[in-house]
C-alpha cells in the first residue's frame, strides 16, 4: 500500500511541476551549447555557450532549493544533504551536438507539437538534466515537510563536456569522492549496465589536391555524417546528380557537389547512409581524382563500405555486446592535404591496439597515416547488484514489461564511475513518430508523456535506492 501511496504521490507532484519543467527544458534548449574551445578560457574551459548552459542548470538547482555549486566552469552540483555524507548520485549534460543540417523547426527554439518536444538537446541531455533537478526536487519538498533527512546525501551532478571529451568527469573524480551508487538519465530504459570500448582516429592524407579542390563532410566525430560537399576541378555539363548528390558550377572549371546521407549517432549507425561515402563513391565512379588522391579514395572506400568493421577487417563480436561498429564522422581539408575521422565501438573480443594495428597497416599501404585520437576500454556493471536490479525492477513495474539490463556501444558518464548505469530516459519499446528525430539527429525529440513516466520512475528508484545498504 505505502508503494502504492508513494507512486500516487509522485504522479500528481509530476502534473504540478510539469509546465515549470518545460519551461526550464525551453530555457536551456536556447542555449547552442557546442564545446567552443578557440574561446575557452580558464573561467570557461569549454567555451562561453556551454558555460552559459552550465550556468543556467546551476540557476535551476538553485531555485528548486538544492544546494547548487558550480566548479569553476567545469562541472556542477547540487545537493540535498542526507543523514550520512555517502551519495546517491544522478548526472546529466547541459553542452550538446551541433545542430547540423535537415531541421524542419528551429533547433534552439522549444516547439510542443502533438504531445512532443522539440529542439536541441530535448533528448540529449537537457531535458533529462531537468528531470534530474526536478526529481531532487520532490525530496527537497518531502524533507521541508517532515522534517527528516534522506538517509544518503543525493547529489545531482550537471555536466558540461560530455559530447567532446568528458574532460568535465574527470575534472570531478580529481577533486571529489565517488557516490557510493548513479545513474545517468542519458540513453536507453531498461538500464545499461555496460559499454562497448570507444575508440577514434584520425586517416591524413599525404599532400593531394589535383582535382579536388576542396572536401568537407560532417559535424563531428562521433556521428554519421548527415552532409557533405566536394570542390572539384571538372566540367559541369560531364557530370549529373543523383538522388541524394546535387552538382552545381563553382566558377572558373569548379564544380561543387553536395550529398546528402541520413545521420545518426556513432554507436548505432543502423539505417543511416553516410554523405562522405556518397561522395567518395561518386568521386571514384566518375573519374574526379588524380593517382594520388584516388588511393585515398580507395581507403576512403574501405571505410565506409560497412559499419560493422569487416571492410576494414576488425568485424567482431562477443557474449556481453553486439558486434563493432565504426563510422566515417568527419573529413576536412587542413593544409593541402585530407583529415578523416573514424569512430568504432567494440566488444571484448578485440583490443583498441588492434583495431590501430589494422586499420594503421591499411593507412600505410594506401599513403596516408593513421593518428590515434582515443582508446577507451569496454566496462561492465553486475547487472545482479541490488540497486542494479532496484532500477529494472521500477521501469519493469511502470511499463508492465519484464526487461532485463543490456549492454550498448555508447559511451556515457556511467562508465567512468564504480558503480551505476546509465537509465532512460529513451523507451525503444515506445518507438516516436517518423517526423521526431532522435539524439544528435535533426528536428530531435522526444514524447511529454514519456518524459513525465521517465520522472515518475526515476523518483520511485531513488526512494527505493535510499533503503539499500550501501
Not at 548528390?245 to 548505432?268: C, F, R
Not at 551505476?420 to 525503444?428: I, K, L, R
Request: charged share 25%; glycine share 10%; with cysteine.
Amino acid at each position: 500500500m505505502a508503494d502504492e501511496m508513494l507512486k500516487a504521490q509522485v504522479k500528481a507532484y509530476v502534473e504540478t511541476n510539469w509546465e515549470d519543467i518545460v519551461k526550464d527544458i525551453e530555457d536551456l534548449v536556447a542555449i547552442r551549447s557546442v564545446e567552443n574551445m578557440a574561446e575557452a578560457t580558464e573561467q570557461m574551459p569549454y567555451g562561453p555557450e556551454p558555460y552559459q548552459a552550465l550556468c543556467k542548470g546551476v540557476e535551476i538547482a538553485d531555485r528548486l532549493g538544492l544546494d547548487a555549486h558550480n566548479c569553476d566552469g567545469h562541472i556542477g552540483y547540487a545537493d540535498l544533504a542526507g543523514e550520512s555524507d555517502k551519495q546517491i548520485a544522478i548526472i546529466a549534460h547541459t553542452d550538446i551536438v551541433p545542430e547540423g543540417s535537415g531541421w524542419t523547426f528551429d533547433p534552439f527554439k522549444l516547439t510542443r507539437k502533438d504531445g512532443y518536444l522539440i529542439g536541441r538537446g530535448v533528448l540529449d541531455d537537457k531535458g533529462p538534466l531537468v528531470l534530474e533537478l526536478y526529481c531532487a526536487k520532490y525530496f527537497a519538498e518531502q524533507v521541508a515537510k517532515t522534517g527528516k533527512k534522506l538517509p544518503y546525501t543525493l547529489r545531482c551532478i550537471i555536466g558540461n563536456n560530455e559530447e567532446t571529451e568528458m574532460a568535465d568527469v574527470e575534472w570531478y573524480l580529481e577533486n571529489f569522492e565517488q557516490p557510493e551508487f548513479l545513474f545517468s538519465p542519458d540513453a536507453d530504459f531498461p538500464l545499461i549496465c555496460g559499454e562497448k570500448g570507444g575508440w577514434a582516429g584520425t586517416i591524413v592524407s599525404g599532400p593531394i589536391s589535383d582535382v579536388i579542390v576542396d572536401f568537407d563532410g560532417g559535424t563531428v566525430g562521433n556521428a554519421v555524417a548527415g552532409e557533405a560537399t566536394a570542390v572539384v576541378k571538372a566540367d559541369v555539363a560531364s557530370l549529373k546528380g543523383t538522388d541524394r548528390i546535387d552538382v552545381e558550377a563553382a566558377g572558373d572549371g569548379l564544380v561543387k557537389l553536395t550529398a546528402h546521407g541520413i545521420g545518426a549517432h556513432a554507436s548505432l549507425p543502423k539505417g543511416s547512409i553516410n554523405a562522405i561515402g556518397l561522395l567518395v563513391d561518386y568521386l571514384l565512379d566518375n573519374g574526379l581524382c588524380s593517382d594520388a588522391e584516388r588511393k585515398f579514395l580507395e581507403l576512403e572506400k574501405l571505410c565506409f563500405d560497412s559499419y560493422d568493421g569487416s571492410t576494414l577487417g576488425i568485424a567482431c563480436q562477443d557474449e556481453y555486446f553486439d558486434p563493432l561498429t565504426c563510422i566515417g564522422g568527419t573529413i576536412r581539408t587542413v593544409d593541402g592535404h585530407f583529415e578523416q575521422t573514424l569512430d568504432s565501438r567494440y566488444p571484448t573480443s578485440i583490443t583498441g591496439k588492434e583495431i590501430t594495428e589494422r586499420i594503421g597497416k591499411l593507412c600505410s599501404e594506401h599513403d596516408c597515416e593513421l593518428r590515434l585520437d582515443l582508446d577507451m576500454v569496454p566496462f561492465l556493471t553486475d547487472p545482479e547488484t541490488p540497486a542494479m536490479q532496484t532500477l529494472v525492477r521500477t521501469y519493469n513495474e511502470y511499463t508492465g514489461r519484464n526487461d532485463k539490463a543490456f549492454c550498448i556501444g555508447g559511451g556515457t558518464y556511467s562508465r567512468h564511475f564504480k558503480a551505476g548505469g546509465s537509465f532512460g530516459p529513451n523507451d525503444p519499446s515506445f518507438p516516436m513518430p517518423e517526423w521526431v528525430g532522435s539524439e544528435h539527429s535533426a528536428d530531435e525529440g522526444f514524447s511529454e508523456e514519456q518524459l513525465k513516466r521517465a520522472l515518475e520512475i526515476y523518483i520511485v528508484s531513488v526512494a527505493r535506492l535510499m533503503e539499500l545498504d550501501f
